[in-house]
C-alpha cells in the first residue's frame, strides 16, 4: 500500500476562535468512523463502504496541527478501497477538546472511487476534568 499524503491542505482555522487560546501539540491521535458515497462498480452494482480507524500522530501546521490517515474500507463484492489522506486542522470544541474534518476521494478499486466526508472523534474521550464528571 503506497500513500501519497496531500501537500497542501484545504482546510483553514482562522476561523476558530479558539485556536490560538487552547493550541498545544500533545502527542495524541483521534478515531474515526464513517461511510462513503454510493458509487456504482464495474458491474453497475451500486454500494458503499465504512471506514474505521485511528489517525498518526499531530504534525504542526501553522499555529494548528493535522494527522494522517491511512486506512482500508471494507470489502464490497470482493474490494475495497485504500485511503491515504491528511485531516484539516483541530477545530476547539470546549474544555481543550478538538476534532478535526477529513474530505476526500479513495482509491480507484473495481473500476471506480467514492468520496468520503467525515470529522474525528475528539481526542481522549475518557479523560473528563473531576468537576465535569456527572
Known amino acids: 500500500m503506497g500513500c501519497n499524503y496531500k501537500k497542501d491542505n484545504s482546510y483553514s482555522s482562522e476561523n476558530n476562535q479558539y485556536a490560538e487560546n487552547y493550541y498545544r501539540i500533545k ?17 453497475g452494482v451500486e454500494h458503499n463502504h465504512r471506514i474505521a480507524g485511528v489517525s498518526g500522530p499531530p504534525i504542526k501546521y501553522g499555529k494548528s ?4 490517515i491511512h486506512v482500508l474500507t471494507d470489502t464490497f463484492d470482493d474490494h ?6 491528511t485531516t484539516g486542522p483541530a477545530i476547539y470544541i470546549g474544555d481543550g477538546k478538538h476534532i478535526h474534518v477529513i474530505k476526500g476521494t479513495t482509491e480507484e478499486a473495481d ?23 456527572c
Open 80 to 85: 475495497f478501497h485504500e485511503i491515504c489522506d
Open 27 to 43: 502527542r495524541h491521535n483521534h478515531e474515526f468512523e464513517s461511510s462513503t458515497d454510493y458509487e456504482e462498480d464495474d458491474e
Open 111 to 133: 473500476g471506480h472511487t467514492h468520496d468520503y466526508f467525515f470529522a474525528t472523534l475528539i481526542q481522549d474521550p475518557t479523560n473528563v476534568p473531576e468537576d465535569r464528571k
Open 65 to 68: 496541527h493535522i494527522h494522517k
